[in-house]
């Protein structure tokens, strides 16, 4: 995993994970659906109209077609601040190098690159060979349009979600468990807690064998060390989300 | 601090700041009344020293990069304007570009001359033997002088303007655009282009002479072409300012010295806009327009003075005019 370094205007670094070339390649190969569609309609509606007047119909289409070939990446990256809709489908996004939102004429600088980018075409759409082996040369995949409009691309990640929230509590029985666990989980030292939080918000990380694995050793050895019981038919997975929940909840 | 407590205290926090998050990047920043925007801009500064902390004091990873995320969002929904000034870019199109354009003036006469050194090229060429260069230098599908003594080519009727003036513009809008992008080849795919478009006008101008029909060219071409020709002298003169950032990395690295010829580049490019458009307007209503309607030296006369007017936006426009970044 590739990540991109930035320093917030207040000077705390942080990093975004920059976009294989596997996912653009996906990204640009969904666009191509509403493009093709686009430009059939406006097939039809040329047609429609040189059925009348043949010259305007065949004006509409020229103009209309080279709207779409320059325009479309161009319209969807500066209103959609980077991403268009294979883009947006796949969580990645055109960003400036200094981390912030791309402008209109950086996304219009690389949108107009294409017309290189994807040289052998012979339209300013895809990514071809030039693209292909410059993003490959780079660290961060940039192919030459984003060299030029200081840009890459980056996932945006919104599916994170490690911080676990204790679920309701329907009954006395259980609400008393979840005291005797509170005091329990006191006796427990620093590195203890440490290692419990850790495995619990890195759990989508690891495989499931691994995952597993880990979740059984880790519910053993806190069952004995606090003398803790597993409920009936309680994974051990979720019997070590349920302390850590307990851990780091508000206590008031 | 330890994690437990960190998660503790801080969380409720970010769980606000997802929220918020939320909103903004559906609706935007301006969907936020003033006390969240107030309320948003004070989470993110505590998410950001939050992950300066999780950097530095507390371990494991996972809070770490749960929080590098959460900043890297707000970051984006906070800086960084996207929104498109109109105003500004009208008053820049009207009185910073000339600034602009003069500043690269040596890049467009770069272009002028390869442009130029292609006319005389194709002149010449079709001159010495007429077969070859039509065969060879000229696309197919161009404009050919009609029978002779029909004096200035078939009467088009509006609609077969239309179509052809639709046609037209796209195409040398795509060319213009195709010169510019070129310059990432170091320059040299958009030398080629400014030279081959020079050598298609010189063919075409020894081809109507041959025929006795330099006026019907003159009158065909030149009202447009007065600008049309500049923008796409102006594409290339943006795609020699673009490459000369590959070329020249002193005294940045590449990669600066690129993005910020690159940003010039398209500033340049963006001149050519309202030309393409007043040429396309010409051309479908001065140069197509029949001989009974609009007079070969009335045709002549606007080429001049849209020509001249050109000139003296460039030269004149725009002396005082602050640039703004």
Same mark, same amino acid.
């Given at each position: 995993?590739?990540?991109h ?29 509403? /493009? ?6 406006g ?5 429609v ?21 320059w325009?479309?990446? &161009?319209?969807? *990256? ?10 947006a489908? &796949?969580? /990645? ?6 981390? %912030? ?42 192919r ?6 200081? %840009? &890459?691309?980056?996932?945006v ?7 676990? %929230?204790?679920?309701? %509590? ?7 468990r ?12 620093? *590195?203890?807690?440490?290692?419990l ?13 691994e995952?597993?694995?880990?979740f ?7 069952e004995?060390?606090l *003398? ?19 851990? /780091?909840?508000?206590?008031? | ?5 960190f998660l503790?205290? !801080? ?17 935007g ?14 989470? +993110? ?16 990873? $996972?809070t ?10 707000? +970051? =984006?929904?906070? +800086? ?7 105003? @500004? ?20 006469? =770069? ?10 090229? @194709? ?17 197919? !599908? ?9 004096? @200035?080519?078939?009467? +088009? ?72 020709i ?22 940045w ?17 963006? @001149? ?6 007043? $040429? ?6 001065v ?21 001249l ?7 004149l ?9």
């Open positions: 995993v590739i990540r370094e930035v320093l917030t205007a207040e000077k705390v670094p942080f990093s975004y994970r920059v976009a294989g070339l596997g996912s653009r390649w996906l990204a640009w190969m969904i666009d191509l659906f509403p /493009i093709a569609a686009l430009a059939l309609m097939l039809v509606l040329a047609s109209l040189s059925l009348g007047r043949p010259g305007l119909g065949f004006a509409l289409m020229a103009i209309w077609t080279f709207a779409i070939l325009g479309y990446f &161009l319209f969807f *990256e500066w209103l959609w601040r980077g991403q268009t809709p294979g883009k489908m &796949l969580g /990645i996004r055109v960003i400036q190098w200094q981390g %912030t939102a791309l402008t209109f004429f950086q996304a219009a600088l690389r949108n107009l690159l294409r017309a290189v980018d994807g040289l052998p075409l012979p339209f300013p759409l895809g990514p071809g060979l030039p693209g292909l082996i410059v993003a490959a040369c780079n660290r961060e995949h940039r030459l349009g984003d060299l030029v409009a200081d %840009t &890459l691309v980056v996932h990640e919104r599916k994170v979600q490690p911080i676990l %929230t204790l679920g309701e %509590t329907h009954n006395e029985a259980d609400r008393q979840l005291a005797v666990l509170r005091l329990r989980l006191g006796q427990l030292d620093r *590195e203890q807690k440490q290692t939080l850790d495995l619990c918000l890195r759990r989508d990380q690891l495989r499931v064998l995952r597993a694995r880990l059984q050793a880790v519910a053993q050895y806190f004995q060390r *003398e803790l019981m597993l409920q009936e038919q309680e994974s051990a997975e979720k019997f070590v989300l349920q302390m850590a929940a307990v851990l /780091i909840e508000r206590s008031s | 601090m330890d994690l437990a407590t503790q205290t !801080r969380r409720p926090d970010w769980k606000r700041l997802e929220e918020i998050l939320q909103r903004v990047e559906g609706s920043l301006a969907s936020l009344d003033d006390e969240q925007a107030v309320e948003f801009g004070r989470l +993110y500064r505590r998410a950001a020293s939050d992950l300066n902390q999780a950097q530095t004091f507390v371990s494991g990873e $996972a770490e990069l749960y929080l590098n995320d959460l900043v890297a969002r707000a +970051y =984006l929904a906070i +800086y960084g304007k996207t929104r498109i000034d109109v105003w @500004g870019l009208m008053r820049y199109l009207l009185l910073g570009y000339p600034a602009v354009f003069r500043r690269y003036l040596p890049h467009f006469l =770069l272009a002028t001359l390869l442009f130029t050194a292609g006319g005389v090229f @194709g002149y010449l060429v079709s001159w010495y033997d007429k077969d070859v260069a039509r065969a060879y230098l000229l696309p197919p !599908r161009t404009i050919r002088p009609t029978e002779e003594g029909s004096d @200035g080519g078939v009467q +088009y009727d509006t609609d077969q303007v239309t179509a052809f003036s639709g046609f037209l513009f796209t195409h040398n809008v795509s060319v213009t655009l195709f010169a510019f992008a070129l310059g990432v080849t170091f320059g040299l795919g958009t030398a080629w282009m400014m030279f081959y478009n020079g050598v298609i006008t010189g063919v075409l101008a020894a081809v109507f002479v041959e025929a006795h029909q330099l006026t019907a060219f003159a009158t065909g071409i030149l009202p447009h072409g007065v600008l049309e500049p923008a796409c002298l102006i594409g290339g003169t943006a795609g020699f300012v673009m490459a000369q950032g590959f070329l020249q990395a002193r005294p690295p590449r990669r600066e010295e690129v993005a910020r010829q690159g940003k010039q580049a398209i500033l340049v490019l963006f @001149g050519c806009v309202p030309l393409l458009a007043a $040429a396309a307007c010409l051309e479908a209503g140069a197509r327009a029949p001989d009974w309607f609009l007079d070969k030296g009335v045709k002549l006369a606007i080429a001049g003075v849209v020509g007017l050109f000139l003296a936006y460039v030269a426009v725009g002396w005082r005019h602050k640039e703004q970044a």
